[in-house]
């Protein structure tokens, strides 16, 4: 196995195809968008008219699916309700191809279902359906015997006990006991106090978490406060070796060996994004199923955790997530038919697709203000940039200055900017025909009615969305200035 983070790594992983079983609390996460735009006289509350309703896996159902996008074998064990919120959930395992054999389905107990919702990008409120009365002994026992006989089929075992009653001290005591158990176990716990018994190889406790074990971390050093409580975390957790992760501060690993380890996470903008834990322990789950090594399956968990907290609501990570974020950043741009198909994957998964276009030729403050509005519309941004060509029609024979390959290597290479793509027609109207984005974006030097691409959007069903206006910056402007020597600012020493 490759021992480095890099795309050969993440290939490696995934032709391995590690048998993995993730055990613990299902949860169907529900993401309703909608417009706010009067208040209930009912009470001092927004109206929200529900426009879209998406749903996805939750809890240790989104471990289960992110494992099987990067490659592993999945099999889940689990409870579920007889009910739609239950068959809804079972779908999306198997359409993302969990096995789900091990689920227990009951007339006793509701699923659990996590509702939000949305409007403008700001979740307004967040309704739990969780069943207060517990699970019954019979559903308990049946879980603790699913969870032993694919314990005998696993490579490694994730268990995720988000404290809904479903791991309860019975069913940890006979997980405890078991003759068999895999050669790998990782524990994702609200409480590590309470599966201590369970003697797993590896925790994965939030800073929350970890505080609870050590009498609290210092907020201002909470990467170093962590290794000062490496005794404390491990005694508590009964486990081999922990990795405490720290949301914007990465994480840090506490190895067997008495080793520490940091990651370091890239921040993005504030997005509407949630179970970027269950990415980080599934990614951490398959490398170390594969014999990777702690530190370096804690540098891929946190690369999969970084591209998730990017999306909107509860998203998965793939191995083609992870290829291609290891990529070089000047890839050239993508060909139409690989961006159609990679957009319908994307669209499946529900993410909202934006899409803009111009020549991009000497970019400036104007165009990357612009590219990060455009990027808040959405989840994915496509860039649709003139050919040399066409941009000689539309801007003169000494234009561009950049060649198209120069310009696309610049755009992708933007954090905000998720495919690059070229066309060659004076109007991108047969690529949004083909790609049909659900937010078509454009510059604030425009009006929906001077498009003729309004037309087309909102055709099949569209939104076009004016961006902010930036004043003083244009492309001709500068070139302008650079023809002339007229430098745009006066210049600080040094």
């Known amino acids: 196995m490759t021992a480095a983070l890099t795309v050969d790594l993440v290939t490696e992983l995934a032709a391995t195809s590690p048998r993995v079983v993730v055990i613990g609390d299902l949860i169907l996460d529900g993401w309703w968008d909608g417009q706010a735009e009067r208040m209930s006289r009912e009470a001092p509350v ?36 007889n009910d739609d919120a239950g068959r809804r959930l079972r779908v999306i395992l198997e359409e993302a191809g969990v096995d789900t054999r091990d689920i227990i389905e009951t007339d006793a107990a509701d699923t659990i279902a996590k509702n939000r919702i949305v409007s403008e990008d700001q979740v307004i409120v967040r309704l739990d359906d969780v069943s207060s009365a517990g699970y019954p002994a019979s559903v308990l026992a049946d879980v603790a015997d699913a969870a032993a006989r694919a314990a ?26 078991r003759e068999q158990r895999p050669r790998t176990c990782i524990v994702d ?93 599934a990614a951490l789950s398959l490398a170390l199923s594969c014999d990777v090594p702690l530190a370096l399956a804690a540098d891929l968990a946190q690369l999969a955790a970084d591209i998730v907290v990017r999306l909107h609501g509860t998203s998965v990570c793939s191995s083609a997530d992870l290829r291609s974020e290891l990529s070089p950043s000047d890839d050239q741009a993508s060909d139409v038919d690989e961006l159609s198909a990679a957009i319908a994957e994307h669209r499946a998964s529900g993410r909202r697709i934006v899409f803009t276009n111009g020549c991009f030729d000497v970019l400036h403050r104007g165009h990357t203000a612009s590219l990060r509005q455009a990027k808040h519309l959405g989840d994915v ?60 974006a454009k510059g604030g030097d425009y009006t929906p009615q001077m498009l003729e691409e309004t037309a087309v959007v909102r055709g099949y069903g569209g939104t076009v969305h004016v961006l902010d206006y930036v004043e003083s910056h244009s492309t001709s402007g500068v070139v302008e200035q650079i023809r002339d020597r007229r430098p745009t600012r006066a210049t600080e020493p040094g």
Request: with cysteine; glycine share 8%.
């Open 189 to 281: 716990a609200h409480d590590l106090s309470r599966t201590a018994a369970l003697h797993p190889d590896v925790v994965t406790p939030n800073a929350d978490e970890c505080s609870g074990l050590c009498d609290g971390l210092d907020l201002d050093d909470r990467p170093g406060s962590v290794a000062r409580c490496r005794e404390a975390i491990i005694e508590a957790s009964g486990a081999r070796s922990a990795v405490v992760t720290l949301d914007r501060e990465g994480s840090v690993v506490l190895g067997e060996d008495g080793s520490t380890h940091r990651t370091y996470a890239h921040p993005a903008h504030e997005q509407q994004a949630s179970g970027a834990g269950d990415t980080f322990t």
């Open 381 to 440: 941004l496509v860039v649709a940039i003139n050919d040399d060509a066409s941009v000689r029609r539309l801007k003169g024979p000494d234009r561009p200055v950049n060649s198209a390959a120069d310009r696309a290597a610049v755009l992708a290479a933007l954090e905000c900017v998720d495919y690059v793509t070229v066309f060659s027609t004076d109007t991108p109207i047969p690529l949004l025909e083909q790609l049909k984005p659900d937010v078509y």
């Open 152 to 177: 005998a089929w696993a490579d490694a075992e994730v268990i995720c006990d988000y404290g809904c009653g479903l791991l309860s001290a019975e069913v940890l005591e006979k997980l405890a006991s």
């Open 46 to 81: 927004p109206v929200v008219e529900i426009a879209h309703r998406r749903f996805a896996a939750g809890g240790a159902a989104n471990t289960a699916v992110n494992l099987a996008a990067m490659g592993a074998q999945v099999r889940v064990v689990g409870a579920i309700g």
